[in-house]
């Protein structure tokens, strides 16, 4: 998968005992009773000191996705992904199930992004979930039956699950990538930040996800405003579905290439260029956006959006994410100027082993500086630039892939054999 894999993607669909049909394309809809579509009900979620108005909890930021550890029925930790781009919780690793001896409730075949056969899963109840601080005695999850995703292989560290709008509707909740740290503040004590820097976005809540609608500019003579999901699952930066307005065009100069995996196979697109989004007050020029194919999402919307908004943008800021009174609060980091780019090698770096240290390329784009540097599907990493593998995690490796353009990279790689194979990758910005 490319690095802004897009885990907005992973599950399409309404849900319905048996069968879960394809559907809205970037979130899946679980919540059978539904919210108030102007405002989020009350989550779950409690902290275990009453008295306390905020709980500071560690986080990972790992490949533009946000992860906190968890306890499930006493039970853990297990590594979580923090997603307002998913209604209900969702448990990816069916490990979890079994060690914890989970009962299973209805069965459901889910039908979502990809050519592949549906995938079973099962609900599960009453599922105890605490972080550091908080506590929620009973949760539902939907479970799967395998671990089609290997979350675990992109993110490079174990990946047990996502959590849902079940914590969001619970707390306002602010994320600080610099911090590598969330801190969840009860509602009804929250004080809104003062400052120049702070820029306020109203949110629209429907069906227990979030929306924002933003302007964006796709030429000198046109801006229009988009309704997109606010969606920290989503590796990339913005999504946008051509076929939600006649006006919204794949640009000229484009990258073909997958965007992403479902559920049912790989998500099939372009990446492209918007030449503005404006968040607030700030404007970000030169947007890395991804155009899904229409087939695989846009005809499958039950709310009506035209795309999605993903953390690989929002990371470059302080994020607030307050459900209860309908607004994102942002205040750029020292990240926000930081351009924004793709994979300058052409390949798929996937992490595996025990300890999820071993780097294998998964997959080697045709004609592209891997090919030309001889690199092929299956070869292990074994150093680049003289520095072992093993000593840096998968985001470190991914972004010395996409540093700037025109840098070599001295590459040591395994074969399956087991024979050695030195090469020099030079960058190429393709897009």
């Known amino acids: 998968m490319p690095l802004r894999c897009v885990f907005s993607w992973l599950f399409l669909g309404r849900l319905r005992p048996g069968w879960l049909c394809a559907g809205a394309a970037a979130f899946l809809l679980l919540l059978l009773s539904g919210a108030s579509p102007l405002q989020a009900q009350p989550g779950p979620f409690r902290f275990e000191n009453p008295k306390q108005t905020k709980v500071r909890v560690p986080a990972f930021m790992q490949r533009n996705l946000v992860i906190i550890p968890v306890q499930l029925n006493g039970q853990g930790p297990f590594n979580f992904l923090l997603d307002t781009g998913i209604s209900s919780s969702l448990i990816t690793d069916p490990k979890v199930r079994q060690q914890l001896r989970l009962r299973t409730k209805e069965r459901y075949m889910i039908s979502g992004a990809g050519e592949e056969e549906p995938l079973e899963a099962y609900r599960v109840d009453s599922v105890r979930v605490q972080l550091k601080g908080i506590d929620c005695p009973r949760l539902s999850f939907l479970s799967l039956s395998n671990d ?58 429907e069906g227990n996800k979030t929306y924002v609608t933003l302007p964006v500019t796709l030429s000198d003579s046109l801006t229009i405003p988009l309704k997109l999901v606010l969606d920290t699952g989503a590796g990339h930066a913005l999504s946008i579905e051509t076929t939600s307005d006649p006006r919204l065009k794949v640009p000229a100069k484009n990258l073909r290439t997958q965007l992403g995996r479902g559920l049912n196979g790989y998500i099939n697109g372009y990446l492209g260029r918007v030449q503005a989004l404006h968040l607030g007050k700030y404007k970000v020029p030169a947007l890395l956006t991804s155009f899904p194919d229409a087939a695989d999402v846009a005809q499958r919307a039950d709310v009506f959006r035209n795309g999605n908004l993903g953390f690989e943008l929002l990371k470059r800021f302080v994020v607030v994410i307050d459900y209860t009174h309908n607004r994102l609060l942002l205040r750029p980091n020292i990240t926000f100027r930081e351009p924004f780019e793709h994979d300058m090698a052409g390949c798929e770096i996937v992490a595996s082993g025990s300890e999820l240290r071993r780097y294998l390329f998964a997959r080697i784009m045709p004609d592209s500086p891997a090919a030309v540097a001889g690199l092929q599907a299956n070869d292990e990493l074994v150093s680049v630039n003289l520095i072992p593998a093993s000593q840096l995690n998968l985001t470190q490796v991914s972004n010395l892939f996409r540093s700037y353009d025109g840098r070599i990279m001295l590459l040591v790689v395994r074969r399956p054999s087991g024979k050695l194979f030195t090469a020099a990758l030079r960058l190429r910005r393709q897009i």
């Open 148 to 205: 089609v995703l290997n979350l675990s292989g992109y993110v490079g560290m174990p990946i047990h699950g996502l959590l849902g709008s079940d914590i969001f509707r619970s707390f306002v909740v602010e994320i600080r990538p610099q911090d590598q740290q969330v801190v969840f503040y009860t509602p009804t004590s929250y004080k809104v930040p003062r400052g120049r820097q702070w820029t306020s976005i109203p949110l629209d809540i």
